[in-house]
């Protein structure tokens, strides 16, 4: 390696020669360096890119009077989850008639908790193919939930959730719960 | 030793050559974290980031001809004309925060300067000034291809994020991406 090849000395000049010195290189620290480099590069190469996850939204309707599609989903086989403040998630099967203090449920973002949630109302769903999720984000909700519900659909691979606004019915209800009315 | 040498330093130019470094963010950002492994592609993409106040930047394709052209498409909607070192300024800033009546001074101020910036009331986006959607429409007008990635905080409030939503809804642009975290990784 990088070693200068030196002529054999011929023999026939009588010239004194100051003894020969070598010419290797230590190449040590040099290696050393590229490799420290090659791990720096590595490293902010791969981790640099962000993650991402898709999100579609429904088209809205163009004409004002035009009524959207008959959406009215069997309350058995759909769920609403309201996201609160504080990270708060509360969910509910239920109809204006239905709903009050008992039947709007709270639970958290826990493994143990929403996903639960969720699982057990899709096995009981009378269709399981048309089960939905119906999410309903209040304004005191932060992004990061939202981002949150929005993973918890990937994990429990429903393809089938609407985001909306809350309703105001559900919305008194939510405020009594926690506590601002 | 030779091989070994020869193969770590081709390695070390591969990685210097293919390595793109992040560019410094316009304010600290932290995106909420998903299950999700899809990485962000980098084809002719357009960001929107939304800080922990709700102010919204704007960043425009990295394309510099097509950027001043979405600069020129903005300018003849809001009545404001770019003299050429605006445009080339235009082309180099990392991210837009100021609503289009200050575009022209905050392009006009030096480099660092715009670095330090801070935006107090970012691009406007309510009901009745939707200049963040017009940049999205202007720039979709330029080039139909471009692809829209949201970068919200954590702490970001979601009624900001559903009017930018609704506005996107309203264009019928419906398909953008939100750029997440790996789960685990904080």
């Not at chain 1, 069997?74 to 969910?91: A, C, E, T, V």
């Not at chain 2, 070994?4 to 560019?23: N, P, R, W």
């Not at chain 2, 905080?153 to 264009?171: A, M, Q």
Request: charged share 25%.
């Amino acid at each position: 390696m990088a070693e200068v090849q030196v002529k054999e000395d011929s023999g026939k000049g009588g010239k004194v020669r100051s003894k020969k010195q070598s010419t290797r290189v230590d190449m040590t620290p040099m290696v050393d360096l590229g490799f420290l480099l090659i791990t720096f590069f590595m490293f902010t190469t791969t981790f640099s890119k962000p993650n991402v996850m898709d999100l579609g939204l429904p088209a809205k309707p163009k004409d004002k009077n035009q009524k959207p599609p008959d959406t009215e989903i069997k309350l058995s086989n759909s769920i609403s989850i309201i996201i609160g403040k504080d990270n708060k998630i509360f969910y509910h099967q239920q109809d204006q008639q239905g709903l009050n203090d008992q039947t709007l449920m709270e639970t958290n973002f826990d493994r143990e908790g929403i996903r639960k949630v969720i699982e057990q109302a899709k096995a009981n769903a009378a269709d399981k193919d048309l089960f939905t999720v119906i999410i309903k984000p209040t304004d005191d909700a932060v992004y990061k939930n939202f981002v949150d519900i929005l993973d918890e659909m990937a994990i429990t691979k429903n393809e089938r959730y609407g985001v909306t606004d809350i309703k105001p019915w559900e919305l008194a209800i939510y405020k009594k719960k926690v506590g601002e009315q | 030793m030779t091989a070994m040498c020869d193969v770590a330093f081709l390695l070390l130019t591969f990685f210097i050559l293919t390595t793109q470094f992040k560019k410094p963010d316009v304010e600290q950002i932290k995106p909420p974290s998903s299950i999700s492994e899809k990485l962000l592609p980098d084809a002719s993409l357009m960001t929107i980031n939304v800080t922990p106040n709700g102010v919204f930047y704007f960043q425009p394709v990295e394309n510099a001809a097509e950027r001043t052209q979405v600069l020129d498409n903005m300018g003849k909607k809001y009545g404001v004309t770019f003299s050429t070192p605006e445009k080339v300024a235009f082309s180099k800033v990392q991210a837009i925060g100021v609503p289009m009546s200050q575009l022209k001074s905050y392009l006009n101020l030096p480099e660092e300067k715009q670095k330090d910036f801070k935006a107090t009331e970012g691009i406007p986006m309510d009901s009745t000034n939707k200049q963040l959607i017009d940049w999205v429409q202007q720039s979709l007008a330029v080039n139909p291809n471009y692809k829209l990635a949201i970068k919200g905080d954590v702490t970001t409030k979601y009624p900001k994020v559903k009017s930018l939503f609704e506005g996107l809804r309203d264009i019928d642009f419906l398909k953008f991406w939100l750029i997440t975290s790996q789960e685990g990784k904080n």
